[in-house]
Each structure stands twice: as structure tokens, then as C-alpha cells.
């Protein structure tokens, strides 16, 4: 058991440094797409979709929320199921926000739907789950 809980945290560990080069690569992307948007005639104004920008900007807070859950259980020894809805509702809302409406199917709006409501539906009940545990 031992040799296995070692392992363990040595995955874990190198999951950790990949996702924070990860993270980099993520933020030294959006610096070069604003920076290509803003200095880009006309001056100031976002020639490229800034849905596109938001998607970006929420990449990489996805990955930040990734390495929270990877260093959440690297302390506790648990995976925290609140953390792990919370990135899974950021990806979805991501994905919301980056949609061509007029190119989608209803299916997959109605897919995105149901997500989300499931999703919701778990972060309530794990939300007032821990509210009702000692501390």
C-alpha cells in the first residue's frame, strides 16, 4: 500500500507541474491574441470575435481550477467533488459563451441545457451537504 500511495502522489505531483505549464501556455496565448486585437488597426477595438477572448480568458481559469483540484487532493487525499462540478459548470459556461448559435443543433443547445441543470442541481446538493457538516 505504501509503494501505491507513493506512486500516487508522485502522479500527482508531475500532474501538477504540467498543469501549470499548462496555465503558462494558456496565458502567453491570450498576451499575444489581445495584444495582436489591440495593436491591430483600428486601434482599440477587437477585430476578432471577443467571445473568442472570453473563451481564453476561461481556458484558463479552467486550468486553474484543475490545479486546484490537483493540489486540493495532493493535501487531502481526497478528490473534492464541489471543486470538480465548479470547473465542470466553468467548462459548460465556456463553451455557452464561445457557441455559434446560428451553426449548433437544437440537440446540442438542449444537451448544453441538461448539463448545466444537472450540474446546478449537484452543486446545490453538495453545497448544502457540506453547509450541514461539522467543521
Given at each position: 500500500m505504501?509503494?501505491?500511495?507513493?506512486?500516487?502522489?508522485l502522479v500527482?505531483?508531475?500532474?501538477?507541474?504540467?498543469?501549470?505549464?499548462?496555465?503558462?501556455?494558456?496565458m502567453f496565448?491570450?498576451?499575444?491574441?489581445?495584444?495582436?486585437?489591440?495593436?491591430v488597426?483600428?486601434y482599440?477595438?477587437?477585430?476578432?470575435?471577443l467571445f473568442e477572448i472570453?473563451?481564453?480568458?476561461l481556458?484558463?481559469?479552467?486550468a486553474l481550477?484543475?490545479?486546484?483540484?490537483?493540489t486540493?487532493y495532493?493535501?487531502?487525499?481526497?478528490?473534492?467533488?464541489?471543486?470538480?462540478i465548479?470547473?465542470?459548470?466553468?467548462?459548460?459556461?465556456?463553451?455557452?459563451i464561445i457557441?455559434d448559435?446560428?451553426?449548433?443543433?437544437?440537440s446540442?443547445?438542449?444537451?448544453?441545457?441538461?448539463a448545466?441543470l444537472a450540474?446546478s442541481?449537484?452543486?446545490?446538493?453538495?453545497?448544502?451537504?457540506?453547509?450541514k457538516?461539522p467543521?
Amino acid at each position: 500500500m505504501g509503494a501505491i500511495e507513493q506512486i500516487e502522489g508522485l502522479v500527482s505531483k508531475i500532474l501538477s507541474i504540467v498543469m501549470i505549464a499548462v496555465i503558462l501556455v494558456a496565458m502567453f496565448d491570450l498576451v499575444v491574441v489581445l495584444s495582436k486585437q489591440l495593436l491591430v488597426s483600428p486601434y482599440g477595438f477587437f477585430n476578432q470575435s471577443l467571445f473568442e477572448i472570453f473563451g481564453l480568458f476561461l481556458n484558463v481559469l479552467i486550468a486553474l481550477e484543475i490545479l486546484e483540484n490537483i493540489t486540493a487532493y495532493l493535501r487531502k487525499h481526497v478528490v473534492q467533488v464541489e471543486l470538480v462540478i465548479v470547473t465542470s459548470l466553468i467548462a459548460v459556461a465556456r463553451k455557452i459563451i464561445i457557441l455559434d448559435l446560428k451553426g449548433t443543433e437544437g440537440s446540442k443547445i438542449i444537451g448544453l441545457a441538461v448539463a448545466i441543470l444537472a450540474l446546478s442541481i449537484s452543486y446545490g446538493i453538495i453545497r448544502s451537504t457540506n453547509a450541514k457538516k461539522p467543521h
